[in-house]
């Protein structure tokens, strides 16, 4: 790519990459670039814009909370945005989690939550349980603490000499065999067994996305594993954290994966959708245990984090108008489901190249079957982003793994979208 820009792009190969595609406009699920050309965003952005672009609503929000306070330190000061945002949130959280930690993106939330965790112990006494164990194929974000709790992973490997040495079980990928699926998450908690009887390890806690490994490549669990994986916590004395940053807000269907499966974790990361997308915002909810933990007459058992936009108030203002927009008509993430199975079984059944179908509430993922294998750096997943974007929608493979997490305000396109990606597949 000949760049004449400053601008260092994200998760970007600057040497070999085309160049990008300006957008001018955003409008519902539709994007126009810089020659007019409009074309189908069906990932939501990177899983933001779960309202679509510019929805009007939020952006009044946001235009009247930066007239009347645009920002304010939030250590010793409070303002409405904030405190009305938790109060809405905690209602559809699992009933466990009653406090409310703000940062402001996916990766600093699991930062919070592995160090809320960590100190949690540190002030019971306990400082030598001082890891954590994640699952292999995981993403938690691109932050050291983040990176370290996510196993196995394309992303991580020149940075790991500077990473903890953290511990990663298997992620039990589920199937439609029932008795397979029951072996492998019986495999797994066997494996988080051994490390917890290991007499040289001492855990915090368990990180886990539920349901959905995103950029892992879409990989799902069951919902029964959570259930076993909760109660494995709880028998051996681990805080469990849910990473629903991807998850979060409707994408599996229901507000929260932890929702769906009536799993109460300790701890739980929330952002992406929070904001529609508009603004970056996060919280890390915890439960009144984990807060108790932090209260004492010795300043240095207080909770040592914050960031200098915490719980932004222009930030806030989007999301309550979010969760507003969510609480009025949740049926386009609760019926998205069924679309997908709809669409993909008119459209898909006859490709034979389409590998590994599956769904969980308004995503859906398959493998296209390649000599490359199945990984991120298979080149395939470039090959497939340019042809879909010639056929005007924004699809960005993980490699060989194509999946679609659409905006909710997405309607008739959805059955052109499976369309379009038909040909694309039928023609390679």
Request: with cysteine; charged share 20%.
């Amino acid at each position: 790519m000949t760049n004449h820009s400053p601008i260092w792009r994200p998760f970007t190969q600057m040497k070999t990459a085309p160049p990008p595609l300006k957008v001018v406009r955003g409008h519902g699920a539709i994007l126009k670039l810089e020659d007019g050309t409009e074309i189908i965003d069906c990932i939501s952005s990177w899983w933001v814009n779960i309202h679509g672009h510019s929805n009007p609503e939020i952006a009044k929000a946001i235009y009247e909370q930066a007239i009347h306070l645009e920002h304010v330190m939030f250590a010793g000061f409070t303002h409405d945005p904030a405190e009305v945002l938790a109060a809405r949130l905690l209602p559809h959280l699992p009933i466990s989690l009653r406090k409310i930690f703000f940062s402001d993106n996916g990766s600093t939330a699991v930062e919070v939550a592995l160090k809320m965790a960590y100190q949690y112990w540190y002030n019971k006494g306990h400082a030598d349980r001082d890891r954590f164990i994640g699952f292999d194929g995981g993403y938690h974000g691109d932050t050291v603490g983040a990176m370290s709790i996510a196993g196995s992973s394309p992303f991580w490997q020149r940075y790991k000499r500077m990473m903890p040495e953290f511990d990663a079980v298997s992620y039990p990928l589920k199937s439609e065999d029932v008795a397979a699926n029951e072996e492998r998450e019986n495999e797994t908690l066997k494996q988080m067994k051994k490390l917890v009887i290991s007499k040289k390890k001492k855990y915090a806690g368990v990180c886990i996305e539920p349901l959905v490994q995103g950029a892992g490549g879409m990989r799902m669990c069951s919902e029964q594993f959570l259930v076993k994986l909760a109660k494995f916590c709880r028998d051996n004395d681990l805080l469990l954290i849910f990473d629903e940053v991807m998850t979060g807000f409707g994408r599996t269907g229901d507000w929260f994966a932890a929702k769906k499966v009536n799993v109460e974790p300790d701890i739980m990361c929330l952002s992406k959708g929070i904001t529609g997308g508009f603004v970056p915002l996060a919280v890390t909810a915890c439960s009144d245990r984990i807060y108790e933990s932090f209260l004492s007459d010795d300043p240095q058992d207080m909770f040592a984090h914050g960031h200098s936009y915490t719980a932004n108030p222009i930030a806030c203002a989007a999301a309550v108008k979010s969760l507003e927009l969510l609480e009025a008509d949740t049926r386009p993430f609760t019926e998205m489901e069924a679309k997908h199975r709809s669409y993909a079984n008119e459209f898909f059944t006859d490709i034979k190249t389409i590998k590994n179908l599956r769904f969980c509430g308004t995503i859906v993922a398959f493998e296209v079957e390649s000599s490359g294998g199945n990984h991120y750096y298979n080149e395939l997943g470039l090959t497939l982003r340019q042809k879909f974007l010639e056929e005007g929608l924004l699809i960005r493979p993980l490699g060989n793994t194509v999946y679609l997490m659409p905006p909710y305000c997405i309607t008739e396109s959805l059955s052109f979208i499976y369309y379009k990606i038909a040909k694309v597949i039928s023609s390679l």
